[in-house]
């Protein structure tokens, strides 16, 4: 350490031989500064040095704890960079997975629902298929299946009735009145209805008999009725065309006896008591039956709501 210096006034009085020189004073006293050294201490000043000394030695440690925490929050930010760069991927990856599964659930669905579409298709080609194959089969069975009584060409393409034209459908099967000339014998009516793939009227059930009942009017006079499909084969049993003996019937007084081996059905208020027999070469109307004929859906006629004659 540097000398301390320290400073000491002396002050000196002017002399009598001053004042006899004539020299004009310029004070009453001349100021003399001595300039005075002292030793350095033996002792060091221990507050100075204490505080460098700490300074030096705090220092280094302050350094390597700003470096160590430096780094750590460098290795934290470069962790935190890391693993958003990482959740950025695996997010982007996920809603991607996500996206094609909800694209591939969706043609999925769509995909049920063509099977569903395709599937009623089937049913129904199959069963238009079945239907043109019992069509067919129908036919086929008759000897002169007269088409043009059946369908007709219009605005919507080809329509087909389940009965020919003039025929009147009752459930299951198809009855034709004659009702205008010319009259025919129980044989003729046979082989009329045979020409249409029928037969002569074939009753069975209560229902049927109201239903022709219905649909047949009187004329000419009370010995003349409608044709059906009955006649004796022997003095003991009553058959139908179809081959089938008769159970019970609906005769208005019993069937008579000698050469009536032909039966009428006249128009009667009780429609259970309309039968009688008669001889077959007597010329009369008749009434044809046969089966209905299911077309296949795509060609089968709207029912006409309009028409009452069922």
Avoid at 125 to 135: R, V
Avoid at 168 to 173: F, H, M, T
Wanted: aromatic share 12%.
């Amino acid at each position: 350490m540097e000398n301390e210096v320290y400073y000491s006034t002396v002050t000196f009085k002017s002399s009598d031989n001053d004042k006899s020189t004539g020299t004009v004073p310029q004070s009453e006293e001349s100021v003399l500064y001595a300039e005075v050294k002292r030793k350095q201490s033996t002792s060091q000043t221990p507050p100075e040095n204490t505080e460098k000394e700490t300074s030096i030695q705090i220092s280094p440690t302050y350094r390597r704890a700003t470096v160590s925490l430096g780094l750590l929050c460098f290795l934290l930010l470069t962790a935190l960079t890391t693993f958003s760069t990482f959740n950025y991927i695996h997010m982007s990856k996920y809603n991607n997975i996500l996206a094609q599964h909800s694209k591939e659930k969706s043609t999925n669905l769509q995909l049920l629902a063509d099977k569903e579409v395709l599937e009623q298709e089937r049913a129904k080609l199959t069963t238009q298929g079945e239907q043109m194959n019992a069509t067919l089969d129908f036919i086929l069975k008759k000897s002169n299946f007269l088409v043009d009584e059946y369908c007709q060409s219009t605005g919507n393409g080809v329509q087909c009735t389940p009965c020919p034209q003039e025929w009147i459908q009752n459930g299951s099967s198809c009855y034709y009145f004659h009702k205008n000339q010319p009259w025919k014998t129980w044989t003729m009516s046979q082989e009329y209805c045979k020409g249409y793939g029928a037969q002569l009227a074939t009753i069975d059930s209560v229902e049927e008999q109201e239903f022709i009942n219905q649909h047949t009017t009187s004329y000419y006079d009370a010995y003349h009725g409608y044709w059906i499909g009955l006649s004796e084969k022997s003095e003991t049993a009553w058959v139908w065309t179809t081959r089938a003996k008769l159970e019970g019937g609906f005769w208005i007084s019993g069937p008579s006896e000698g050469y009536m081996d032909c039966v009428l059905s006249m128009t009667s208020k009780n429609p259970l008591k309309s039968w009688i027999s008669t001889r077959c070469h007597m010329y009369n109307r008749w009434i044809c039956e046969m089966d209905v004929l299911t077309w296949p859906t795509f060609l089968q006629a709207q029912p006409n709501l309009n028409d009452t004659s069922t």
